[in-house]
Nanobody, 115 residues
Framework: QVQLVESGGGLVQAGGSLSLSCYVP????????LGWFRQAPGKQRERVAS???????TYADSVKGRFTISRDDAKSTIYLQMNSLKAEDTAVYYC?????????WGQGTQVTVSS
């Protein structure tokens, strides 16, 4: 298994912003699915945002208009820009890279939003 490397988590006040990064080893342009997931205590892991090989993006209803996923092929990195953060955004955030030949995850980074 290839370990993806996340960074950028931390503690922020409600209404603030954070930006998460995830380094994806290999040729990121060849990967079909790149996404951010999160898991809060007592809840199932949910998909927050995704970006496909063709650049199309998808967002969970709960984060639409506040979060933006992007991809930088030259840096082999995906990002999650999180604005207008709410207490309910508190969770461990994971990045994922999935193709027919791989399904790799990061170790998770904690995002805590104080109210």
């Amino acid at each position: 298994q290839v370990q993806l490397v996340e960074s950028g988590g931390g503690l922020v006040q409600a209404g603030g912003s954070l930006s998460l990064s995830c380094y994806v080893p290999g040729n990121i342009a060849s990967i079909n699915f790149l996404g951010w997931f999160r898991q809060a205590p007592g809840k199932q892991r949910e998909r927050v945002a995704s970006i496909l090989r063709d650049g199309s993006t998808t967002y969970a209803d709960s984060v639409k208009g506040r979060f933006t996923i992007s991809r930088d092929d030259a840096k082999s990195t995906i990002y999650l820009q999180m604005n207008s953060l709410k207490a309910e955004d508190t969770a461990v955030y994971y990045c994922n890279a999935k193709s027919l030949w791989r399904d790799d995850w990061g170790q998770g980074t904690q995002v805590t939003v104080s109210s």
